[in-house]
């Protein structure tokens, strides 16, 4: 009876171990997320543009350039090339129909949780080095539930009011082509709350400011 019991117990600790074996595999095999850019990123030497104090800036995503890559969120990332802290009034992001400017969703983009963020870039947990033209201080923003697609065009809208911090402030603006994102920005309004059926004010002309990289994570 006792060696019953001792094969008894011997097979359930191997049946145990076996188990525990397999856990572990699949655990280690599961795939991570894959971090990707949803569009080609700024190329080559950032260059520099300062003095945001009031002004509304642009970014456009344009459906073009969007990359075959399915993905149910849309992450956005700032340079910064000098400042100590940037203040932001508003972040939305226009959803409008391919080569319209006429707005068709509106999505909120947050920092932190909050779309009116104050950025400490003179904090190393935010920016390990002072941020530089050579240095640009790279700030990710919240993921946004926002699924790129072709057919449309994305305009990132961001709001800096009107103080002395933002007047100190510096960000990245390459000017050599070729480059996937463009970008434009307005003085003395804030362009961040327009609604459905509402127009962009204008149409982007320049590199963007800012905007580096649109990434899945």
């Excluded at 642009?58 to 400042?83: C, D, K, Q, R």
Aim: aromatic share 12%; glycine share 8%.
């Amino acid at each position: 009876m006792k060696n019953v019991c001792k094969f008894t117990t011997l097979t359930l600790m191997m049946f145990a171990v076996t188990v525990y074996g397999f856990s572990q595999t699949s655990m280690a095999e599961k795939p991570a997320t894959t971090i990707q850019n949803l569009v080609r990123g700024v190329l080559g030497p950032a260059g520099t543009n300062a003095g945001w104090s009031n002004y509304s800036v642009f970014n456009l995503v344009p459906g073009s350039a969007v990359f075959p890559i399915t993905s149910s969120t849309t992450v956005f990332y700032f340079g910064f090339t000098a400042g100590t802290q940037a203040d932001i009034g508003n972040m939305v992001v226009y959803t409008t129909p391919r080569g319209s400017l006429t707005i068709s969703a509106v999505t909120p983009v947050t920092l932190g949780g909050v779309s009116n963020p104050s950025i400490l870039l003179s904090n190393t947990s935010v920016c390990p080095v002072a941020p530089s033209q050579t240095t640009p201080c790279i700030v990710r923003f919240d993921p946004t539930a926002l699924s790129l697609s072709p057919a449309s065009d994305y305009y990132f809208a961001v709001y800096y009011p009107n103080n002395s911090n933002n007047s100190s402030i510096a960000g990245t603006q390459p000017n050599n082509p070729p480059r996937s994102l463009v970008g434009t920005y307005f003085g003395g309004t804030d362009f961040t709350h327009l609604t459905v059926g509402q127009s962009i004010p204008g149409v982007p002309n320049r590199g963007p400011s800012f905007l580096m990289y649109v990434m899945n994570n």
